[in-house]
Structures are given as C-alpha cells and as structure tokens.
C-alpha cells in the first residue's frame, strides 16, 4: 500500500483574513491566507482546505480573488467551501483555480444539489461536508446525527445513512467534522470518523479537534480516516506540517515525505 | 510559441494554464475550443475530467474529434494527455457501460476494485485519490529530473492497461491492480496523474513537456 495519507491545512477565513484559535491563544489574527498558504506550500502539505466563514454576501469576490492568487502559485490540490448554494458558484470557485468545493447547508436543504453538481462538474471535485454531533446518550450505541448553522441547528439525520446517501447522489470525498469537538483540541470523535469511513467507499477527511500530533495517527489508525484536516496547530506555528507527517511516519503511518 | 489547451467543456483547466505559465513564462497558454488556434499552436495539452462517455460525446460535439485525431498522427506536435485525456487514448473504456476511445494506443480502461483491503485490512477507497508512487518503466524525455518512485497527485476510479509494454511509461500499483499511469507514444505522453497539482515533481514533469522536442 502505498498511497499517502493526507494532511490538509485548512484555512478559515472572514473578510479576507485567516482566523482561528480566538479561544485558545487570544489571537484572532492568523494572517493572509495567500501568505499563509505559500508556507503551509514550503512545509509540504498535501492539499489545502479554504473555509469561507464570511457572514456577509459582498466578500464573495474577496474570495474569488484569493482563490485565483493562491491558485498562481500553490501547485497542490485546493479545496474551497463555505456558502456554496448553486452551480454557478461552483463554477465561478472552479474558474479562479480552485479544484475541489466542498458543499455543507445546501447538501442538507437540497440534497439534489449535491446531485446536479456532481453530474456537471464531476464527483472528483465534490466534497460534501458532514456536520456530526453525538446524540445517544452514555451507554447507548452511539448515534450521530446531521447539525447545520455551525452545530446550532438539528436536522434528525442520522450522520451514517447521510453519508452514504451523500455518496449515492454523487460525492467523491466527505468531510467529517465532530461539531462536539470542533475547536476543543481533545482529539477527534474517532467514533462518527470511524463508522462513516466504514460505511461508504469515498476517501474521509476527519476534522474537528485536533490538539496534538497523537491525534492525527489516531484519526487515520482508529478514526480510518484518509486525511485529517486541522487548522490551529499549525498557524501559530506549534507545529509545522513537516513535523506532523514525519510524526505520523514515524508511528508507521504511509505519508508522503 | 502557443501551448493550447483543449476546452471541449469537460472540466476545470484553469489549474493546468496556471501551472503551464508558472512553468514557461515565456510561452503563450490559451484554452480554447478553437481548431485554427488548435491547430497552430505548437503544443496541446488534452484534459479530460469526468465520466468519460461524456469526455467522448463533449468532445463530438465540439467537432474536435477529427482534429485530435489528425494531432495524434503528427509526429512533430507534443501532445500531453491528463487524466480523462489519458484514458481517451486508448481503445475502449469499461464505464459508462463500455465506450470506444480515439484508439491512439492499444489497450483498455477499467475500474479498481472497490472491495479491496490494505494490510491493515482498512477499504481501499475508490476514488483512488491522493498522492501516489510513480515507479518509471521506460526512459522518457518527460522524466528528467524527476525520481523513479516519486509522489503524484491522483483522483480518479478508472485506470490504463496499455497492451503494448512499449507505450507503457510508468506504473502505479493501488488495490490489487497495475495501472500504467502513465503512457506514451512518439509526440504524444499521457498521465493519469495531475502534474498541476503534484507540487515540484508535477511542475517539472510540465516544464519538460514545454521544453520536449520529440
């Protein structure tokens, strides 16, 4: 076996500017996503994941812009989400160089979208984002179901057949993200990472929680995830990517060196 | 010089151009549809993204399949074949229920297994997506500077059998299969990779492709 696991970067973004770990380091300010993504470029990460966390509809043409200026000089694959509703967005995200969008509330509201845009601009570059949270209670099995409006909103999906329905109507990759775990640096909910990626046959990207290197080779050995996404740990430098996937190698882990 | 890319409307070539020019600032890279600029341009690059029945009927219905029929005989033109763009040189292709390609190379396109497992006995995942090894069989012009066993970006559920060892450039083993991923035959070199997303090695093999004079 030798395709890598993937380690993505994610940056999330409002007007403009990369933002994250407000929470932990009292910082708000992570910087410019283009500079931010030429460096994760240098410290070798696999792909890089562009989260549009903009309330505001007029900062869409800041994105588009940023996109096409990482897009000039980033030469690995580009992932952008966040507010995507229509083809033609997609389109539009796709013309200024980015090659994968990954769809998150509009998948929910009409699943059909999901659908259409893979029969258009094909699965390869359909992402769907699966927002999980835990609802069984301890000592039940566990069960998760679908949250949209960053976990705020409950929908009564069962995040497992949601999935799998997600890949039927055409996705080629699913973002699993641990709305309990997102931003609480405790590690991912390898449970929900776990029994997606079992369920379906598309590459799972866990995300949500990650604190420390330990558990990135956990989401890959126990989650069976195919990438992990993070964000805080490496903007402010804690660790760079290179450490991170000599980490993972290290622990037996096919990575790409 | 022009290098053309092929727009029959299957897919994002944005990245390619990007990259091209990244590569050959000197050069002029349009995307178009165009035969004249197809035909003048001294290199073509033919992306393919998709379900290839739809590569195929796209690239009818564009009224371009004659045209890159006719590139595919002249000896003196590059012509780089990405993805979908590989494996519509061969023969046939198994999806879609079975397509006939431009038949430039013998040889078939089928699908990895999906039920395959890796020695931790996890699912191989189909899509093969990610970087993979590229193991080079052949010497070619394209390879320079570039290690046998290098990382490439992949995405893609159908792979090339090439019949002929001799059009057979380089391999990749995933899920129990061989897939040759790359092909090649007198002015013509086709990967099923993504040179514009595989970070240096991928820029390389681009820049030796602007620089090949077969």
Redesign the interface.
């Known amino acids: 076996m030798t395709l890598a696991k993937r380690i993505i970067p994610c940056l999330d973004v409002d007007r403009g500017r990369v933002v994250k770990g407000v929470n932990f380091l009292g910082i708000r300010d992570a910087g410019d996503p283009v500079e931010v993504a030429r460096r994760y470029n240098e410290q070798n990460a696999d792909e890089i994941t562009f989260l549009d966390i903009t309330a505001s509809h007029e900062a869409r043409g800041t994105t588009l812009d940023m996109v096409s200026r990482i897009a000039g000089e980033v030469f690995i694959p580009l992932t952008v989400g966040g507010g995507i509703r229509s083809c033609d967005n997609i389109r539009a995200l796709l013309n200024a160089g980015a090659d994968k969008v990954s769809i998150n509330t509009a998948a929910v509201t009409d699943p059909d979208f999901v659908y259409e845009a893979s029969q258009r601009f094909g699965s390869q570059c359909i992402v769907v984002a699966i927002d999980a949270k835990r609802v069984s209670e301890d000592g039940e099995p566990p069960r998760w179901e679908i949250f949209t409006h960053g976990g705020r909103k409950p929908t009564g999906l069962d995040a497992v057949a949601w999935s799998r329905k997600m890949v039927e109507y055409g996705a080629g990759e699913l973002l699993v993200t641990s709305m309990d775990r997102d931003g609480t640096r405790e590690g991912f909910d390898l449970g929900v990472t776990r029994a997606i990626s079992d369920a379906v046959s598309v590459p799972v990207i866990a995300s949500g929680g990650v604190g420390n290197l330990d558990h990135l080779v956990a989401g890959v050995k126990e989650g069976g995830a195919d990438a992990v996404l993070a964000a805080s740990i490496f903007h402010f430098g804690e660790y760079t990517i290179e450490q991170a996937k000599q980490y993972m190698a290290d622990q037996g882990i096919e990575m790409r060196l | 010089m022009t290098i053309a890319i092929i727009d029959y409307g299957m ?2 070539l ?2 390619v151009a ?2 091209i020019e ?1 590569v050959s600032p000197d050069e002029r890279v349009t995307i178009t549809r165009d035969a004249r600029a197809i035909k003048g341009a001294s290199r073509v690059v033919l992306p393919g ?3 290839i029945r739809d590569c195929m009927g796209e690239l009818e219905r564009t009224e371009l399949t004659g045209l890159v029929k006719e590139l595919l005989k002249d000896a003196s033109k590059p012509l780089l074949g990405i993805c979908v763009g590989q494996q519509m040189l061969m023969d046939k292709s198994e999806e879609n229920g079975g397509v006939r390609c431009l038949g430039y190379m013998p040889g078939r396109v089928t699908r990895f297994n ?1 039920q395959a497992l ?3 006995g ?12 590229v193991h080079q069989h052949h010497m070619h012009p394209l390879w320079e500077g570039i290690l046998t066993g290098e ?1 490439f ?1 992949f ?2 559920s159908y792979f090339v059998q090439a019949e002929d060892d001799a059009h057979a450039m380089g391999y ?3 899920a129990g299969s061989r897939a040759h991923v790359a092909t090649g035959r007198d002015a013509v070199f086709a990967v099923q990779f ?1 040179p ?4 240096e090695a ?2 390389r093999l681009l820049a030796n492709f602007v620089a090949w004079s077969p």
């Open positions: 897919g994002n944005h990245s990007k990259a990244h993204q998709g379900a999906d890796d020695e931790q996890q699912r191989l995942k189909v899509p093969h997506m990610g970087w993979n090894r990382r970006y995405v893609h990749t083993d995933y993504h514009e997303k595989s970070a991928g820029l």
